[in-house]
């Protein structure tokens, strides 16, 4: 659970000139993720972490953030810019509740600071991504109200455009109803079983490098079937475009 | 091929030229024919102040042939000069320099067919009563008034193929060590690959000078082929303009990709980033080579925009830079050429208006491009930053954007919006007239063209050249700031604080509750549920949401050591037993608060003292 301190490189919030691209991860680390789920999460996390290493652009401008709830709620990774070569600690199970409210509430109050942290100073910044992923229902002291404030602020800062959602349920005992209502701009919540997390961070990484190098736009974030793209042609026929 | 002079007519003893039809004309035959003709009949020949620095970034830009431009067109000047017919307006702007002629009949203005200057003028809705001349390659069209002119000259419409989404379908994966060959059949060997981007890779080839970028599966459409094989065609060969120069074919003559001259370096995105990126790449780097740079990559710009070309995606990212002398231009196969759209661009170079668009179903304006030109120029000068970032700021760019909230107006003031890190010492030093053309540019939303900004850029070069600063500092890449102690500002440690107090301490403080009611973001975040929850609502007490003056969160405020809420969990209770507290605690309790009642209280006995003084002296 230690912080490698060197996974992030001292100092980047004051001198880099760049837009930074806030990202919490909201992670479900409960009694029921345990075993496999939790192996698979670590390695879409570490593909994800690879794909921003990858595109310089993206690495610089990604601002990582990981917060993990099981029992009780750990900011895991504070924020910062990946580095080159360091790699993140594996994220361990535990084994007891789910304050997922609770989880939530942390990420909005991390999200926060860190864009008053760039207005501060002066940074530009493209609106932030709470990625919250989990494979149960909230559970604990209060874990239903705190869920219910959580909803009512993701929702808020949604409606503004100031936040965008993915809210993602893994396995079969995710309580969707409450889980759907976290985003309003998606239609419903991202379903995976836990082989997919590869594919779903995939995705994360490639949608960062687009937000961040090709100005895509965030309601794209929410349309998972990717760009509706047109059909394929055989090569006589494309040729047959040109013609004309 | 011939031009005949005799259209031109004979009441038109002004001539204005623009450079587009300078150059142009300079590559026909008869260019000798027609300056004699000029002189003999004695017209006028008159050229705005840019017409100069637009040969200056021919000149710097063109290679063999096209090299041969530069001397007929000293020549044309220099005849024209010495038979005393040559005029210079001090107009830049190719609009401003036009409006000055609008009413005079004796003018006529030459422009180049389906040039950006003709788009410009049309775009600037004046109307003139000069005649036209439209010069093509081989021939002139003349019109009598500009209406009539811009009525036959239309614009490009957009290429119908930019509404296909249909895609090649190819099965073709290159990889190193793979063949593609061009089209007249010669064989290039992939060698290594260089660079991994959205649309494809990009890969060395055992020609040093060339490489090729092979594009991903579903990415070929029948408008990028067709652009590609048009730009092919019209071959821009600029040294440090990455133009696509040879298609590529897969073993079964399926298009695969081009081949262009290799860029060399780093993108202008990794350097200018800041003082530490910048030095890290170029230690000995001082203000001119700043603007050096950014000469260079303007000239581009420029340059391509005589060829009728217009970036569209203008972004850092999309340069790159081996030292000021050598800059390249990369992903030039986005570009918009004639009818066919850059689909491409971002929110931060992008002009406001354009926002809401798709880049694919759009042709894109000179004025649009201008737009993109002037935050270039901006981010470039000071080292990455955006011109609308700014310290206190709105919520997002866009507001700021279109708000015109330009942070460098405000400078004297004590609570600066600019950046920190030297920003404001970089604006100090610049000439007054960058300094007028920022604030009209970003305050009043002013659009510039390229060869303006090229100009004023140039005269801060070369007075910086001259060493015309008698402040030493001017010269330095980030004047009057210490670099090697340059810190963020002081961090407080309060929010480590709120942190803790929101997690896991905030409940004990009961009576914080109410203060934040006001603002609304707060509120909706943390709003409390019942007003006796003070105690079991344990975790998520209301937080403060920093407002104006942050504290400012750092890595080591938040994460260090990784706050766990069960270490703290047993301290904290889950009830609260309010204990009835004797009389003299509570007034000890009180008075420790409460001030007034301290002094209260002494008046009290300072009083009795004396009512006891006056009766026992009675």
Redesign the interface.
Same mark, same amino acid.
């Given at each position: 659970?230690?912080?490698d !301190?060197k996974t $992030?490189e001292a +100092?980047d $919030?004051?001198? +880099?000139?760049?837009?930074r691209l806030p990202i919490c991860f909201c992670l479900d680390v409960s009694g029921s993720m345990a075993g496999n789920p939790i192996r698979q999460l670590n390695d879409g996390l570490s593909s994800f972490f690879s794909s921003i290493r990858?595109n310089?652009?993206t690495r610089?401008s990604a601002d990582i953030c990981i917060v993990t709830f099981g029992?009780?709620?750990?900011?895991?990774?504070? /924020?910062?810019k990946l580095t080159k070569d360091h790699s993140i600690p594996k994220i361990q199970a535990t084994t007891s509740l789910t304050?997922i409210g609770?989880g939530i509430?942390?990420s =909005?109050? =991390?999200l926060?600071?860190?864009k008053?942290?760039y207005?501060?100073?002066?940074?530009?910044?493209y609106?932030p991504w709470l990625v919250v992923i989990t494979d149960g229902a909230p559970q604990g002291?209060?874990a239903i109200?705190?869920m219910e404030?959580a909803i009512?602020?993701v929702n808020?800062l949604e409606s503004?455009?100031?936040l965008v959602v993915f809210n993602i349920g893994v396995g079969n005992n995710v309580d969707f109803t409450l889980l759907k209502r976290l985003s309003k701009k998606r239609q419903e919540p991202i379903c995976i079983d836990s082989a997919q997390f590869s594919k779903l961070f995939e995705f994360l990484g490639?949608s960062s +490098?687009?937000i961040v !190098? !090709?100005?895509m736009k965030d309601d794209a974030l929410y349309d998972l079937s990717g760009t509706?793209?047109?059909? +394929?042609?055989?090569?006589d026929e /494309?040729f047959k475009? =040109?013609e004309d | 091929m011939a031009i005949d002079l005799e259209q031109i007519p004979s009441s038109c003893t002004r001539l204005l030229f623009d450079y587009s039809a300078v150059f142009q004309l300079s590559s026909c035959n008869q260019f000798g024919e027609f300056t004699e003709w000029i002189i003999q009949s004695k017209r006028e020949v008159i050229l705005n102040s840019s017409f100069r620095f637009f040969h200056e970034c021919v000149v710097n830009e063109s290679v063999f042939p096209e090299k041969r431009v530069v001397s007929v067109v000293r020549d044309f000047i220099e005849r024209v000069r010495s038979a005393g017919l040559l005029v210079e307006s001090v107009q830049t702007s190719i609009v401003t320099f036009v409006k000055e002629y609008a009413s005079d009949k004796s003018a006529c203005l030459f422009l180049a067919k389906k040039s950006i200057s003709v788009e410009r003028v049309r775009d600037s809705d004046m109307t003139g009563k000069f005649s036209v001349c439209i010069v093509s390659l081989n021939q002139i069209d003349v019109y009598k008034n500009l209406d009539s002119c811009l009525n036959e000259e239309l614009s490009f419409s957009i290429n119908p193929?930019s509404q296909?989404?249909?895609?090649?379908?190819?099965d073709v994966y290159c990889n190193v060590g793979d063949k593609v060959y061009s089209e007249d059949g010669s064989v290039i060997i992939l060698s290594e690959k260089i660079s991994?981007g959205?649309e494809g890779i990009v890969f060395r080839t055992t020609d040093p000078k060339w490489v090729a970028k092979i594009y991903h599966k579903?990415v070929?459409?029948?408008l990028r082929?067709?652009k590609l #094989?048009h730009m092919t065609k019209t071959g821009i060969s600029a040294k440090g303009i990455c133009w696509p120069s040879v298609l590529l074919y897969s073993f079964n003559?399926?298009?695969v990709g081009y081949l262009m001259q290799t860029a060399e370096g780093n993108?202008l995105?990794?350097i200018?980033? %800041?003082?530490? &990126?910048v030095l890290a790449h170029f230690p000995n780097w001082q203000r001119i080579d700043v603007l050096q740079t950014a000469a260079h990559i303007i000239e581009k710009i420029v340059y391509l925009q005589l060829h009728g070309v217009l970036i569209g995606d203008i972004q850092l990212?999309n340069m790159m830079i081996k030292d000021p002398e050598n800059v390249f231009l990369i992903d030039m196969d986005s570009v918009q050429v004639e009818d066919m759209p850059c689909p491409?661009?971002?929110?931060?170079y992008?002009p406001p208006e354009l926002w809401d668009f798709s880049f694919s179903e759009i042709l894109r304006k000179p004025f649009h491009e201008d737009y993109s030109c002037g935050i270039l120029v901006f981010?470039l000068l000071?080292? %990455?930053?955006?011109p609308? &970032?700014?310290?206190? %700021?709105k919520?997002?760019?866009r507001e700021e954007i279109l708000a015109n909230s330009f942070?460098y107006l405000t400078n004297t003031s004590a609570e600066s @919006? #600019?950046?920190?890190?030297g920003y404001d010492k970089i604006w100090d030093a610049l000439t007054e007239n960058l300094k007028i053309m920022f604030i009209q540019a970003f305050s009043r939303g002013k659009r510039f063209e390229p060869i303006e900004w090229y100009s004023a850029i140039t005269e801060y070069r070369d007075m910086l050249l001259r060493r015309e600063y008698s402040d030493d500092q001017s010269y330095l890449l980030f004047p009057h700031t210490d670099l090697t102690t340059?810190?963020?500002?002081p961090v407080t440690l309060s929010?480590k604080k709120t942190?803790r107090e929101? #997690?896991i301490q905030a409940p004990l403080n009961s009576n914080r509750v109410n203060t934040y009611e006001g603002s609304s973001?707060s509120k @909706?975040?943390?709003?409390r549920?019942s007003s006796n929850a003070a105690t079991?609502?344990?975790?998520?007490e209301p937080?403060k949401?920093?407002e104006e003056? &942050?504290p @400012?969160?750092?890595?080591e405020g #938040?994460?260090?050591?990784?706050?766990?809420?069960?270490d703290l969990?047993d301290i904290k209770p889950h009830k609260v037993h309010v204990k009835k507290e004797s009389f003299f605690k509570r007034l000890a309790k009180k008075l420790r608060k409460d001030r007034t009642l301290i002094l209260f209280m002494v008046f009290i006995i300072c009083a009795a003292f004396l009512v006891f003084l006056a009766i026992y002296f009675n």
């Open positions: 659970m230690a912080k !301190s $992030f +100092s $919030f004051g001198k +880099s000139t760049r837009r990858e310089d652009e610089a029992g009780t709620v750990d900011i895991f990774l504070p /924020f910062g304050p609770e509430l942390t =909005l109050e =991390l926060i600071a860190r008053e942290g207005k501060n100073l002066g940074i530009k910044y609106q002291n209060n109200e705190n404030k009512t602020a808020e503004l455009d100031r490639s +490098s687009s !190098s !090709s100005g509706t793209k047109g059909n +394929s042609v055989a090569m /494309f475009y =040109l | 193929l296909s989404t249909d895609y090649l379908d190819v991994t959205a579903g070929i459409t029948p082929w067709r #094989i003559s399926s298009p993108t995105g990794t200018f980033d %800041g003082p530490d &990126a990212k491409v661009g971002t929110e931060d992008t981010s000071f080292c %990455g930053q955006h609308y &970032a700014q310290r206190l %700021g919520e997002t760019l942070p @919006m #600019i950046p920190v890190g340059f810190k963020e500002p929010y942190i929101a #997690i973001s @909706m975040l943390y709003n549920q079991e609502d344990h975790f998520f937080l949401v920093p003056k &942050a @400012m969160p750092t890595r #938040i994460g260090n050591p990784i706050i766990r809420s069960s969990r």
